[in-house]
Every structure is written in structure tokens, then in C-alpha cells.
């Protein structure tokens, strides 16, 4: 049974009162709570652990190193693949820097093209965009439905020999929409392409096993999914971490530095994943990971899913009721994530932001959302975004809806 009242009282900022009622937080695309096990095992790390990593002999050093690998080995288990096919990184954004650079820079050259979406995050558009400014290359977005979904008659018309990658986020972070990445694959390694998917909305909320998708490289954040801020993953296949450059260079990502005065270097770098941790990592932070993602195995990942599906098709029926709002992206749960991107007609996105925390905390997103090209496609200048997690409930989901139609009332009389 799930339960989440129980999984509530795990998130201390839940109990949180602001203007004397309780918080609403319906902002999770962008950050998650943190439970009390995350927080407890940061601080007990600092409070027993630390030590810089991978560098020293003595034991609490070498206890630190051990941490760390286990935090790996944790993430690795819970997305399906080997411990050193997970590279830490800060976030999504610089796992997707790390592959455009280590990838695009060596293996992309002048006519080449790559297969983005629409409905990207500019985190999957501004890298690539970087990219093929330096190597004269061209970026395709592929587009989508009416009803927000990826027009994949659309992507497979795009592609071409000249196709060198598919980059697609796995689950929208305004329309929801969850994309059909295993398909989308099979199609990227039948014209030899690498496929690449922003998983920043999808590792937190839906199961998912990068094995049975058979992506080559996938890129999420802690601080989505119950971690903290500043570490984040990139999945890549071991034969293509073994093949690439570096990244950043520095300290412990190299096997030697031989340097003559006078003269040149010469340098080996570590095997992968090591080799693209240059510098000291966010120990505490992979700490901080492994135990979201304990918690998250605890709860299970069918059941965090389920009650997503649970909250978006209670809201969207609720939000039916409500005269003058225009909901973008799929109407159908099964194939959405718990997103709900709208427009309420007599609003500005922000200034209907505003009165819902004002009136009742209920606290939204409202803006581009980081996906300008998406507004521009449906033709709107900004929209507002509720987005769900496990502690979310259906008494929250009927205050931000009552709030939304005395508004609404509001505005028309
Ligand atoms: C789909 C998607 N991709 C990438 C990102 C970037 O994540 P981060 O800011 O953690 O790097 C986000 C964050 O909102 C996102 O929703």
C-alpha cells in the first residue's frame, strides 16, 4: 500500500508554514524535497567520513574513497548498468556539456547533422548549438503533434547518412510527454548515430533501465530525484567512455604527467569513469545521491510512477473544470509524466504564479521553463507549470484547482 502520508513525514520542509498554512509545493520539474535520510547522510559523512578521496593511505581516507565507489555502484544498479559506466558530474546541464565536448569535438565534422526536439530543454539544444558552430555542423529539430506529442514520422523524415546523433529529452519538462526512447534508438543505431537522452524528467519519476533501452549516453541530476544540488550522472556505454577524450583536465583523472623542463609532456589518462572526474568530486554530494536512491528503491519506482499517473489524472480532470484554461501537451497520464503545463485566459503566467503562492502557497513554476523554441511552436509567450512527486497529495492538487477557479471567477466578473 502506498502511503503518502507516511512518505511525507520524511520531508521536514513539508510541515513548513508560510503566512500561517501550510506549503504546497508543486515546483518538483525543478527541484526536489529532500528527506531526512538524504540530509542526515550529508551530514553524518561530514561528521564521520570526510577526507579527500582516491589520493590517500590512511583509513579514513580510504573509507572515504569506499563511499564514494558504493554511491556508483548504487546510482549504476538503480539505472541498469555497470558501476563504471556512471560518471558523477554537477547536473544534467554539464553531462550534456561533457558529451558534446568529449564526443562532438573529435568525432563530428564539417556537413554533419544532429536530431534534436522541439521540446528540448536548452540544456540538449545550447551545447549542441556550441558545438557545431566550432565544427560548421547543422542541428534538425524534429516536431511534434497538435496534442504534444514527438512527431516521430516527422524525426524519421530527418534522417539521413548525414545523422551523427539523436538527442531527445526522455520525458518533456513542460508538456510531460514521455517520449518512446527505445524506439527512437533502434532507429538512431540503424543509421550508425548515437543516441543520447535527457533523462533529467524521467530518472526521478518512471523506472528506468538504460540496458533495455539501449541508449549510448544518458544524463540526469540529483537534485531532481531527492539528492542535492550539485551532483548529477552521465550513463555512457563502457566502449564509448573507454574511447573518448577527456572533458576537463586536471587531478586524478590521469594515470601520469611526465613533463621535462624545457620540453614537452607527456600524459595518460585514467580509465573511464575517473577519467572524466577531474579534481576533487562532490563526495558528499554522491553521499547525498546514493541515499535518494535508496529511498527511492525503498518506495519503489512502479509505485512512485503509479502515484504520479494517480495525481496528474485526478488534476486534469479537476482542471476541466476550471473556465478559461488551455493545458498544453498530452491529456493521456499513462503517457505523460506528472507535468501540467497552462495558461489561465486574463493572466500573465507570473502574475498568476504570484497570486497562487500568495493566496495559498500553492508554489508553481511560470516562465520559458529553460524551452523558449517549445513556446514558440505552441505560439505563447510563457506558460505556468505544476509538476508532482511522491509526497505530493490529492488535498493539495483541490486547493491549487479552488485557487485557480476563484481566480478564474475573479477575473470574469
Ligand atoms: C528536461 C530537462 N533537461 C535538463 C535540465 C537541466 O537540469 P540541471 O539544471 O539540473 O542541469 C532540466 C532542468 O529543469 C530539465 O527539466
Known amino acids: ?14 510541515r513548513k508554514k508560510l503566512r500561517g498554512k501550510n506549503i504546497i509545493y508543486l515546483d518538483n520539474a525543478a527541484t526536489s524535497q529532500k528527506p531526512v535520510q538524504v540530509v542526515e547522510a550529508i551530514s553524518r559523512y561530514y561528521r564521520e567520513y570526510n577526507a579527500n578521496i582516491h589520493r590517500s593511505a590512511y583509513l579514513l581516507a580510504r573509507e572515504a574513497t569506499q563511499i564514494y565507489d558504493e554511491a556508483r555502484r548504487e546510482v549504476a544498479n538503480f539505472i541498469g548498468c555497470d558501476e563504471d559506466e556512471v560518471v558523477f558530474v554537477r547536473n544534467t546541464t554539464e553531462a550534456l556539456n561533457l558529451i558534446a565536448y568529449s564526443w562532438g569535438l573529435n568525432n563530428l565534422h564539417n556537413g554533419d547533422e544532429i536530431i ?41 523524415d530527418l534522417l539521413s547518412p548525414k545523422t551523427r546523433i539523436i538527442s531527445v529529452p526522455h520525458v518533456s519538462n513542460v508538456l510531460g510527454t514521455i517520449n518512446d526512447v527505445e524506439y527512437i534508438a533502434k532507429l538512431a ?4 548515430a548515437l543516441m543520447i537522452v535527457d533523462g533529467a524528467q524521467s530518472v526521478p519519476h518512471i523506472p ?3 540496458n533495455k533501452l539501449d541508449v549510448d549516453f544518458l544524463a540526469f541530476s540529483g537534485h531532481k530525484m531527492l539528492g542535492p544540488t550539485g551532483i548529477g550522472v552521465l550513463y555512457g556505454k563502457h566502449s564509448l567512455l573507454q574511447s573518448l577524450n577527456p572533458f576537463m583536465g586536471g587531478g586524478d583523472m590521469i594515470k601520469s604527467v611526465e613533463c621535462s623542463i624545457g ?32 529511498y527511492l528503491k525503498r518506495v519503489g519506482m512502479d509505485n512512485v510512477r503509479r502515484h504520479e499517473i494517480d495525481l496528474t489524472k485526478y488534476t486534469l480532470d479537476k482542471l476541466s473544470e476550471v473556465s478559461g484554461i488551455e493545458i498544453y501537451g498530452p491529456k493521456d497520464p499513462a503517457h505523460k509524466g506528472g507535468v501540467i503545463a497552462f495558461n489561465l485566459e486574463g493572466f500573465e503566467p507570473h502574475e498568476l504564479a504570484i497570486l497562487l503562492d500568495q493566496l495559498n502557497n500553492v508554489m508553481v513554476r511560470s516562465g520559458l521553463h529553460c524551452a523558449q523554441p517549445l513556446h514558440m511552436r505552441l505560439g505563447i509567450k510563457a506558460s505556468v507549470r505544476a509538476s508532482f512527486y511522491l509526497y505530493n497529495t490529492k488535498e493539495e492538487i ?3 484547482v479552488e485557487t485557480l477557479k476563484i481566480l478564474s471567477r475573479k477575473n470574469r466578473m
Open 1 to 14: 500500500m502506498y502511503d503518502v502520508y507516511k512518505i511525507r513525514e520524511d520531508f521536514p520542509i513539508l
Open 208 to 210: 528506468v533501465n538504460v
Open 116 to 156: 534534436l526536439t522541439i521540446m528540448d530543454h536548452h540544456s540538449n539544444i545550447v551545447p549542441w548549438y556550441l558545438i557545431c558552430s566550432i565544427k560548421k555542423c547543422r542541428i534538425k529539430f524534429a516536431d511534434i503533434t497538435d496534442d504534444g506529442y514527438l512527431n516521430l514520422s516527422h524525426l524519421e
Open 189 to 192: 543505431h540503424e543509421y550508425n
Open 398 to 400: 483541490d486547493i491549487f
Open 263 to 294: 620540453g614537452g609532456c607527456r600524459i595518460s589518462f585514467e580509465y573511464p569513469p575517473r577519467r572524466y572526474e577531474a579534481g576533487t568530486p562532490n563526495i558528499a554530494g554522491a553521499v547525498g545521491l546514493m541515499e535518494a536512491v535508496r
